[in-house]
């Protein structure tokens, strides 16, 4: 089976542009979680669901973050407008509920 | 409050030597699961173990050992006869029976030298 897929794995943008992160999870896991990965905060989660449904976006930083899931096979976060402390590596997981969760490559994501 | 430390924020071995990553976490709940994820340089997060708490038996994969004691909530990890592979950073995360939520700690990078 194919792991979590992240697109894309490289973004460089301006300050002020939108950006939106992809993530599809692993066939059959109905649970996806979104985490952000910086030197200074460590991993964070920002979001997850369960069954297409957000649970707790208490990680969420500010309303210029959202996320959506509109079916099992895909995610999507998206930072409107960005800003260069958004700068970081975003990691998708997916998991069984109360299984173990399984990482995707990331996205590292370059606001100058 | 959930919370989880890794005190040993850089580890450096020599190749071959055991090196033990320390791992003490903080929860209210009585039910509840620990995990340890390894990222090597490629930036990868790639799960090693799950751990309920109500299992307290320690477990060895091949050069992987965890020691669980919910007496001092720890849940640390040995690598036996390290190898240059084994360099990466490694995470220890506690997630809530209900939840499904991970904390993670600071992780702990380690550098196997040859």
């Known amino acids: 089976d194919a792991g979590v897929i992240q697109s894309p794995r490289h973004e460089v943008t301006e300050m002020g542009q939108e950006v939106t992160l992809r993530c599809k999870p692993i066939?059959?896991?109905?649970?996806l979680f979104w985490y952000r990965q910086t030197m200074m905060r460590g991993l964070e989660l920002l979001i997850y669901f369960n069954n297409n449904v957000p649970i707790d976006d208490s990680g969420m930083p500010e309303d210029r973050f959202s996320a959506k899931m509109p079916n099992a096979s895909f995610s999507t976060l998206k930072i409107q407008p960005s800003e260069p402390r958004d700068s970081a590596v975003y990691f998708c997981?997916?998991?069984?509920?109360?299984?173990?969760?399984?990482f995707g490559p990331g996205t590292r994501l370059t606001v100058t | 409050a959930q919370k989880v430390t890794q005190a040993q924020t850089e580890i450096s071995v020599v190749e071959k030597e055991d090196v033990t990553l320390d791992c003490v976490y903080e929860t209210r709940d009585t039910t509840y699961y620990l995990f340890w994820y390894k990222q090597p340089p490629s930036g990868e997060l790639v799960f090693l173990i799950r751990r309920n708490s109500f299992d307290e038996q320690n477990e060895i994969s091949g050069r992987y050992s965890w020691n669980f004691q919910k007496s001092t909530s720890s849940f640390n990890f040995t690598i036996t006869a390290s190898q240059v592979v084994d360099s990466a950073v490694y995470f220890c995360a506690l997630e809530r029976n209900a939840g499904n939520m991970l904390t993670f700690g600071g992780g702990t990078r380690l550098m196997v030298k040859p």
């Open positions: 066939s059959g896991h109905n649970s």
């Open positions: 997981a997916s998991s069984r509920v109360l299984y173990e969760q399984y």
